[in-house]
Structure formats: structure tokens, C-alpha cells
């Protein structure tokens, strides 16, 4: 099998086409770097989807711990104190035996054990607990001048939030969501050692690499192989973010634009 067959042959095959039976000998570098290459569409799917509804709930939680009453602002506190305060790992876990008990109740909430909706579910909301604080810090930084400039010009409620409250958190606490973003896609490593199972065995970019490792018993092709796939994952990240960034600071002089700095986590 040439290349360019093995590519048409298992370039889905962690969505259900092409192939069915993986490899089983004689490995070569193209079946490697095609099938972690397939699998890599589920670390995107759960990084894109986490970050597009935790976007959302983090500004929330944001609004929520800035508010006065105490029946808004206690419940966001509890819940970003209990996702920062967990290790993520730990999160997979009791999550999976929550789905599972709720499964027992209930077939309707089988869909929850499964890692595509499940493990999902468990990186939305840790991702947007992280996010809500960075966005929380950048709404209390909002210069006082920008507040006293929308009074001037008579906006109130919704109206001075989007117009001036929004925005500027917006582009105060980007270069720190940024980072957040990454080190997300790269949390998404942590659904392979989870409970949840991967669908029809068709699992992420960890799943074949670690297939390659066991069938090989080298280690130093596959995972190599994974770090690549990511470091582009990252690259692209940056890329687009720092566009986003480009654009909300666009009306500020060069020397007051803030520029992404990249600053990975080790350990969450």
C-alpha cells in the first residue's frame, strides 16, 4: 500500500470511514503519521467546541462574581472554586461515575458516558471556570475614565456594557485567554487516560500513538509523532488568536497594543 492509499484509507478512520482494521504489521511512517493525524480530530472537536460554550459561560461566571447580589455571586464563586481547585484529571473521573449513576436512572442520559459528549462536557466547564476569572480580573481593570466617558454620553445597563464594559475586558484579558486556549487543546490529551471510552474504538491522537507504542515497543516514533500535531495545533491557535487581538486593538496608538506572550502550564 503506497502513501497516498494509506492516507485514503485511514485519514478518517477516527470518524468511522475508510479502513476498519488498523494496521498490524510492517509500520511504516506514513501509517503513523496518517492515523495520529485522524485521531487529532477529536482533540480539535473537543478544544473547538470547550472553548466556543466555555467563551460564553466565562464571561457569565465573570458577570456573576462582579455582581452585588449575593444570590449571583456566591454560586459563580463555588463553582470556579471547585473546578480551579480539582486537578482536571480528577474531574474526568468523578464525572464519568456521575454520567454512569445517572445512566442507571435513565437510558436518556446514556449519551453523558460516552468521551465524545461526556469528556466534553467536563473540559467546557473547567475551561470556562479558568476563562471567568481571567475575564473577571479584565472587567475590574476597565479604566474608571472609560466608565465616567459612557455616564457622560448618558449609556446605562445593557448599552454601556456592550458598548464600552464589553470591548475593553474584551481586549485586557485576550493575551491571558489566549494562553488559556492553548494549554485547553492541550488538556485534551487527558480524555484518552479518562474512564470515558472512546467511540466504536475509534479513539484521539493518544489512542494510535499509544497503539503504534504497544505494537512496536518504540515509543520515540509515535509520541514524537503527537508533539508534532500539537505544536502545529498551538501554531494555529497563536495565529488566530493573535489576529483577533490584532483586530480588538486596532484603534490604540503601536506602543499601547498588547501583544500575546505564550506561557504554557505544566501542570493545571
Known amino acids: 500500500m503506497t502513501c497516498w492509499e494509506t492516507i485514503g484509507a485511514y485519514a478518517f478512520r477516527s470518524l468511522g470511514y475508510g479502513e476498519r482494521l488498523l494496521p498490524r504489521s510492517d509500520f511504516t511512517l506514513c501509517q503513523q503519521f496518517t492515523l495520529i493525524g485522524s485521531g487529532m480530530i477529536w482533540n480539535v472537536y473537543y478544544g473547538v467546541l470547550a472553548l466556543a460554550f466555555g467563551f460564553v459561560f466565562a464571561i457569565s461566571l465573570a458577570l456573576a462574581k462582579n455582581a452585588r447580589p449575593a444570590v449571583l455571586r ?5 463553582f470556579v472554586f471547585v ?3 480539582s486537578p482536571l484529571f480528577i474531574q474526568f473521573f468523578l464525572a464519568y461515575f456521575l454520567f454512569q449513576a445517572l445512566k442507571q436512572v435513565s437510558p436518556v442520559f446514556d449519551p453523558l458516558t460516552s468521551a465524545a459528549l461526556g469528556a466534553l462536557i467536563v473540559l ?3 475551561t470556562a471556570a479558568y476563562s471567568g476569572e481571567i475575564f473577571l480580573g479584565a472587567l475590574r481593570s ?7 466617558a459612557a455616564d457622560a454620553y448618558g ?3 445593557w448599552t454601556r456594557f456592550r458598548r464600552v464594559l464589553f470591548p475593553t475586558m474584551l481586549r485586557l484579558g ?3 485567554y489566549t494562553n488559556e486556549a492553548i494549554f485547553l487543546f492541550h488538556a485534551t490529551t487527558l480524555v484518552f487516560f479518562s474512564g470515558f471510552p472512546a467511540w466504536q474504538q475509534k479513539g484521539d491522537a493518544l489512542y494510535y500513538a499509544r497503539y503504534f507504542a504497544d505494537k512496536t515497543f518504540n515509543p520515540f516514533i509515535p509520541y514524537p509523532i503527537v508533539a508534532f500535531y500539537f505544536v502545529l495545533l498551538t501554531l494555529a491557535v497563536i495565529g488566530l488568536f493573535g489576529w483577533i487581538n490584532a483586530r480588538l486593538n486596532r484603534h490604540l496608538p503601536q506602543e499601547q497594543r498588547r501583544r500575546i506572550r505564550v506561557r504554557p502550564q505544566l501542570i493545571r
Do not use: C, H, S, Y
Open 155 to 157: 449609556m446605562t445597563g
Open 142 to 148: 476597565v479604566p474608571a475614565g472609560d466608565i465616567d
Open 74 to 78: 456566591k454560586p459563580a464563586e463555588w
Open 124 to 126: 467546557f466547564l473547567n
Open 83 to 85: 473546578f480551579r481547585g
Open 174 to 176: 485576550w493575551p491571558a
